[in-house]
């Protein structure tokens, strides 16, 4: 019998503020971290973990998405771990390098589901053919403990009702940029993610 793959060059996982909840932000991280790796086992080729250390952060999320991968036995030549991002605008502007590199174009980006639609608008931005997914969406190719992971990293209604109130947010101020061309308002959410997120020194 054959197996299914999934029709995918790079797998990048993005990250989740650990600051406010950090038990939340974890749980989500390690949904994200079960999902990559089962792509992986359906044949993507590699996983790529971004965020940056942020400020008042004991370590960063890519580093937590890396190790939670390895854990799950996905190979560390097949993870790309870069702590540069503070925005998920700044992470498709990296996430983009990285594939560009690797000469990959259909890439499929994770993050949690109240967080997909703005993720799928920005990353269209950078000429990537993408496809953004929940977590869960990858139920099919994962591990009984992978479906733990991704059962346990679904938010509650008061983290949703709390996360939808910042993604209107963050939808209202993407309104009143859309008039500037791409570059521009790429620039001004790059610079506003790093005065409110900033990155841990050291």
Same mark, same amino acid.
Request: charged share 30%; hydrophobic share 45%; glycine share 8%.
């Given at each position: 019998?054959? @197996?299914?793959? !999934?029709?995918?060059?790079?797998?990048? $996982?993005? =990250?989740?503020?650990?600051?406010?909840?950090?038990?939340?932000?974890?749980?989500?991280?390690?949904?994200?971290?079960?999902?990559?790796? &089962?792509? @992986?086992?359906?044949? $993507?080729?590699? $996983?790529?973990? !971004?965020?940056?250390?942020?400020? =008042?952060?004991?370590?960063?999320?890519?580093?937590? /998405?890396?190790?939670?991968?390895?854990?799950?036995? $996905?190979?560390?030549?097949?993870?790309?771990?870069?702590?540069?991002?503070?925005?998920?605008?700044?992470?498709?502007?990296?996430?983009?390098?990285?594939?560009?590199?690797?000469?990959?174009?259909?890439?499929? +980006?994770?993050?949690?589901?109240?967080? %997909?639609?703005?993720?799928?608008?920005?990353?269209?931005?950078?000429? #990537?053919? +993408?496809?953004?997914?929940?977590?869960?969406? #990858?139920?099919?190719?994962?591990?009984?403990?992978?479906?733990?992971?991704?059962? &346990?990293?679904?938010?509650?209604?008061?983290?949703?009702?709390?996360? =939808?109130?910042?993604?209107?947010?963050?939808?209202?101020?993407?309104? !009143? #940029?859309?008039?500037?061309?791409?570059?521009?308002? %790429?620039?001004?959410? @790059?610079?506003?993610?790093?005065?409110?997120?900033? /990155?841990?020194?050291?």
């Amino acid at each position: 019998m054959s @197996v299914a793959r !999934l029709p995918f060059d790079g797998v990048v $996982v993005l =990250g989740k503020e650990l600051r406010g909840d950090p038990d939340r932000g974890t749980r989500e991280l390690r949904a994200r971290a079960a999902a990559a790796a &089962a792509a @992986v086992r359906a044949g $993507v080729p590699f $996983v790529a973990t !971004l965020e940056a250390r942020l400020r =008042g952060q004991d370590r960063s999320g890519s580093a937590l /998405v890396a190790e939670l991968l390895a854990e799950l036995g $996905v190979p560390p030549e097949r993870v790309v771990q870069e702590d540069r991002s503070r925005s998920t605008r700044e992470e498709a502007r990296l996430a983009a390098e990285v594939f560009g590199r690797r000469q990959v174009r259909r890439c499929l +980006v994770l993050t949690a589901r109240y967080h %997909a639609p703005r993720a799928r608008r920005i990353f269209e931005d950078t000429g #990537l053919h +993408v496809a953004v997914h929940a977590p869960d969406a #990858l139920w099919r190719f994962a591990t009984e403990q992978e479906r733990g992971w991704i059962h &346990a990293g679904e938010p509650d209604a008061a983290a949703l009702r709390l996360e =939808g109130r910042r993604e209107r947010l963050w939808g209202t101020l993407a309104a !009143l #940029l859309s008039p500037l061309p791409v570059a521009a308002r %790429a620039s001004i959410e @790059v610079t506003a993610g790093g005065y409110w997120r900033g /990155v841990e020194e050291g």
